[in-house]
């Protein structure tokens, strides 16, 4: 069963730009998609498309209702004033859910992601993977059926990013979403997705799927891994040098 689907769908802007051309793809319920492709080739696009944030000019979007759909951005867009808590419970509050409510949710969210000793801290007071840490946390408190991400860990330094990473497949594995990520990177998007959609100049240009065989703790070194970042590095046109000598 889909979470959603792009059905034939397209994208214009209001100046007349086609970002997005004739995209068709299903979004399977618990499924794992990685986005990638060149900065510009409407990654974002795609993601506002599937969040209801942008409407198709052509062909349709069908699935959740967008209060069913988490975002979460490349910035943290924390509120800077609001404590760690506080920026993960005003969303709660607005959607008025019980005081009771608010509270179970919170501990939960923190504890998936390692920030129970933070909630009175201010966001000033947190490093930039803690802060993306806040954000991730504000999303999983809504508690919805798909979350959506935009090159979340982007900013962060690789060390961070892997923790984050795997953080990230346990809290998926846990809370069994549907996760459509969007990042530049070939060797995430193998690490994390269980299947990599591949774009270009607002099209579908490739569908990968990943060997899930192998997935331990230590996946970085699985032959299944290397594999699949050697072929979405020829699926975006990269020299690999992984998988075949010739030129
Ligand atoms: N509101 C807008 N109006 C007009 N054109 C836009 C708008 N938003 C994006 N575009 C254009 O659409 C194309 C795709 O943009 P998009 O932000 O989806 O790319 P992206 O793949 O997310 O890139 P990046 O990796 O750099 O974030 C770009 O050429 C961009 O200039
Ligand atoms: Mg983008």
Redesign the pocket.
């Known amino acids: 069963m889909n979470a959603l689907a792009l059905n034939a769908a397209g994208l214009r ?3 007349g ?1 086609t ?1 997005l051309s004739d995209i068709t793809a299903q979004f399977a319920r618990g499924s794992f998609t990685a986005l990638v ?10 993601l506002r498309l599937l969040a209801g944030l942008e409407q198709p000019t052509i062909g349709s979007v069908t699935g959740l209702a967008q209060s069913d759909i988490g975002f979460v951005f490349q910035e943290p867009t924390l509120l800077a004033w609001r404590s760690v808590a506080e920026n993960i419970t005003l969303p709660l509050k607005i959607e008025g859910h019980a005081r009771s409510e608010i509270d179970t949710r919170l501990a939960e969210a923190l504890q998936l992601v390692g920030l129970t000793d933070f909630a009175d801290a201010l966001p000033r007071q947190l490093s930039g993977g803690m802060k993306m840490r806040v954000s991730l946390a504000r999303a999983l408190a809504k508690r919805p059926p798909v979350l959506l991400m ?2 979340p860990f982007a900013a962060l330094d690789e060390l961070t990013r892997f923790r984050l990473d795997d953080d990230l497949r346990a809290i998926w594995r846990q809370q069994d979403c549907t996760i459509v990520f ?1 990042t ?1 990177s070939v060797t995430e998007a193998a690490y994390l997705a269980e299947r990599a959609l591949v ?1 270009q100049e ?1 099209k579908l240009k490739a569908e990968i799927t990943i060997d899930q065989a192998g997935r331990t703790d230590n996946f970085r070194g699985a032959p299944t891994y290397t594999e699949a970042c050697a072929e979405l590095s020829q699926a975006l046109g990269h020299k690999s040098g992984h998988k075949s000598g010739a030129a």
């Open positions: 802007y209001d100046n730009f970002a492709g060149p900065s510009g080739c409407g990654k974002s696009s795609l935009d090159e969007v530049h774009m607002g």
